[in-house]
């Protein structure tokens, strides 16, 4: 993979004379998922250009395990609440924009999210030369707004709710050629994703299982799909926030669903699943938890009282799922995803209040 398909979801100006039946344009088809070669391409392509977080052991983090039940667990933290933009995202932006050739530069790409999207593809847009415009709906978190403006990209403030920003972002891919950039159902954002596990198997091979948070889901599926390619015997194990569960109801149910999407972890906060996502999840993933805010606002706390770390609660929903499943975990050696450190105040002070 050098490129990616330029501007998916343009529409044609013409109707061709001929034209193909009206279902085979609108059945939605799950993109294939990145195979290994396009991992070590992707690793290969960003290196330097992200940091290669720290995998650290914390004592204070075991003792908490072993103090929740069973005979405890050791843990090693991936940190990517340490990557550039305070989350992993930035790895599959880059891994994205630098395959992009001058002409797909200069058209641009265009996203709707206030959160670690829109930052890791402002941040990439900024290093690569390309023009990056985020959708937002009005009244954006203005710390939120003022960091992707502050990483150069253009924000346009559209219509009330995140679907009249998807709808917007859709409309100007269509009339600029910009290319629209998903959170997930993207192949390209998935093996740049898939270099953190890359580099967890290096830094601790003899993990046997690994905790990976769970949103649209592309961290999760790069997890398997490097578990499977290079450590076969590595068990992964997915989280989300009960209260937006999507994605588990639709791994769970072996088909896509929508659910509830309540929870405060913005990066957790997703009401469907997504084809390529559930595809590989179907395939590889060994089990699906489910914890509640107040477990990751707990996580969140030892992270900080525990581990020196700074973690959002998207961040801190791996280490949750240790803490409330310790059984599960009992003697194991668990990698944690530590994926965003991007905590405002006010969440920090809930968590410690
Ligand atoms: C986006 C995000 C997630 C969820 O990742 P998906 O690939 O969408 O499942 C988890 N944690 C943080 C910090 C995020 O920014």
Not at 140 to 160: Q, S
Not at 239 to 251: E, G, L
Not at 257 to 284: I, K, P, S
């Amino acid at each position: 993979m050098t490129t990616s398909s330029p501007v998916p979801d343009a529409v044609p100006a013409a109707v061709p004379s001929v034209a193909p039946p009206a279902a085979a344009a609108v059945v939605p088809e799950a993109p294939a998922p990145p195979t290994m070669r396009d991992v070590l391409a992707a690793a290969r392509r960003i290196d330097g250009l992200v940091v290669r977080t720290p995998a650290l052991a914390h004592p204070e983090l075991d003792r908490a395990v072993a103090h929740a039940g069973a005979d405890g667990a050791s843990l090693v933290v991936k940190h990517e609440n340490l990557q550039h933009t305070g989350a992993f995202k930035v790895r599959g932006a880059l891994n994205l924009l630098l395959g992009f050739d001058e002409a797909e530069r200069r058209r641009g790409i265009v996203a709707y999210s206030t959160g670690n999207h829109a930052q890791a593809l402002a941040h990439a847009g900024r290093r690569t030369g390309t023009a990056c415009t985020i959708v937002m709906p009005h009244h954006p978190n203005p710390v939120k707004e003022r960091a992707v403006r502050d990483l150069g990209a253009d924000v346009l403030l559209h219509g009330e709710t995140f679907d009249d920003a998807r709808v917007r972002a859709a409309e100007v891919a269509a009339a600029t050629g910009a290319r629209l950039v998903g959170a997930a159902n993207e192949p390209v954002l998935v093996a740049g994703v898939a270099t953190a596990t890359l580099e967890l198997l290096q830094q601790a091979p003899d993990l046997d299982v690994l905790v990976v948070p769970v949103g649209g889901g592309s961290g999760a599926a790069a997890a398997c799909l490097v578990a499977a390619a290079l450590a076969p015997g590595l068990r992964v194990v997915a989280v989300q926030a009960s209260a937006s569960p999507a994605a588990h109801d639709s791994w769970r149910a072996g088909e896509l669903r929508t659910a509830a999407n309540a929870t405060r972890a913005e990066g957790l906060a997703v009401g469907c699943g997504f084809a390529l996502t559930q595809q590989v999840l179907r395939d590889h993933l060994e089990d699906f938890l489910l914890v509640d805010d107040d477990a990751i606002a707990a996580a969140q706390r030892a992270y900080l009282t525990g581990a020196r770390t700074v973690a959002e609660g998207a961040g801190a929903a791996a280490l949750a799922a240790v803490l409330t499943h310790p059984d599960a975990f009992a003697g194991r050696r668990v990698g944690v995803v530590c994926s965003g450190g991007n905590a405002s105040e006010a969440e920090l002070r809930r968590a410690l209040g």
